[in-house]
């Protein structure tokens, strides 16, 4: 684990526990003196790689105060993904439909 991991932790530990605790990302991310997208990444690696329970919201980043606040941010991430799928398969049909009407007009090219 990282310094600036190590020292993220222990921030949201301290002063942003439990999610009425929430920092924004912009004030967390100036404070740690990285970019917001890092501080995405750093988050990411933390929770995946450390089992570190740090949540984020619209609100902002937190150190989760109870297994409900980590099941919670884990619902919104199932919901973040059902709704990810959708947007797939939308594309999907789109593309698909695009195929069909590629292949049409192909056809009625050849007979010309």
Known sequence: MTQTQH???NYLKEYCYGRSNAISKDRL???FNITT???????RDIVINNSVPIGSTKA???YAAS???IMNFRNEHL????SHKKMMVAYEIMIAQKDQLQMI??????LI
Request: hydrophobic share 35%; glycine share 4%.
């Open 105 to 110: 007009w192909n056809k009625q090219l050849q």
């Open 79 to 82: 919901s973040r993904l059902t």
């Open 7 to 9: 020292r993220l932790i």
């Open 60 to 62: 902002g980043y937190f």
């Open 37 to 43: 997208r890092e501080l995405r990444d750093i988050k």
């Open 67 to 69: 297994d409900l606040e």
């Open 29 to 31: 991310a100036s404070y």
